[in-house]
């Protein structure tokens, strides 16, 4: 029997429209259960897809702040949180829950 090989999937190269990266944010806001970090770790898979370094100019950040604060291993500030979204060209929104 062949062996079979597999590579690790990266979300990032499948994020290729503003409109994925909108959903894609969407869901994890929807699946976080109130968890940041994890909700900054899509941020930071976006972020990766859009391309490091322009977001992290369009943001006021150094790269490596960018790379922290997304790490999803750190709660980043919120204010921080609305740079990278607008530096990623989305927005958040809310709705009443019934």
């Not at 062949?2 to 690790?8: A, E, N, Q």
């Not at 922290?68 to 927005?91: C, M, N, W």
Request: charged residues 25%; negative net charge.
């Amino acid at each position: 029997m062949p062996k079979t090989t597999t590579s690790r999937y990266d979300v990032a190269e499948h994020l290729r429209t503003p409109e994925e990266m909108a959903a894609y944010l969407e869901a994890s806001l929807e699946e976080a259960n109130g968890d940041a970090a994890f909700i900054a770790k899509a941020l930071g898979d976006i972020a990766r897809a859009k391309g490091m370094s322009q977001v992290a100019r369009d943001a006021g950040l150094s790269r490596e702040s960018l790379y922290k604060a997304l790490s999803g291993e750190r709660i980043p500030s919120f204010d921080t949180i609305l740079k990278i979204v607008s530096a990623l060209g989305l927005k958040l929104h809310a709705e009443a829950v019934h």
